[in-house]
Nanobody, 122 residues
């Protein structure tokens, strides 16, 4: 089974920056589409950014130009650089991985991390 562990969340002022990291164990991320989702209190979980195995990225409109997703397959890490943070970016951020090849017996297609809290406030 794949385990995803997020880190890097915390409290930041509006206009500041944070960098989230997601470390994966149990399988190589080379065959996964990886992404970041977020969930604010009282709201549904929403896609923030994702990247295909061949490094094609896709962003939600509300983070375009501010957030950057990156993947480092040699170290099984996915990052999310968040710049020019806004109060509305406050949420729990989740790392997500979707296996794009056939799923071996005993494994799953989708995996989630436990989340890391990001709070943007002055």
């Amino acid at each position: 089974q794949v385990q995803l562990k997020e880190s890097g969340g915390g409290l930041e002022q509006p206009g500041g920056s944070l960098r989230l990291s997601c470390a994966a164990t149990g399988d190589s991320l080379k065959v996964y589409r990886v992404g970041w989702y977020r969930q604010a209190p009282g709201k549904e979980r929403e896609l923030v950014a994702q990247m295909s195995p061949d490094s094609v990225s896709d962003y939600a409109d509300f983070v375009k130009g501010r957030f950057t997703i990156a993947r480092y397959d040699y170290s099984n890490i996915v990052t999310l650089q968040m710049n020019n943070l806004k109060s509305e970016d406050t949420a729990v951020y989740y790392c997500h991985a979707e296996r794009v090849l056939a799923v071996p017996v005993g494994m799953q297609r989708f995996y989630w991390g436990q989340g890391t809290q990001v709070t943007v406030s002055s």
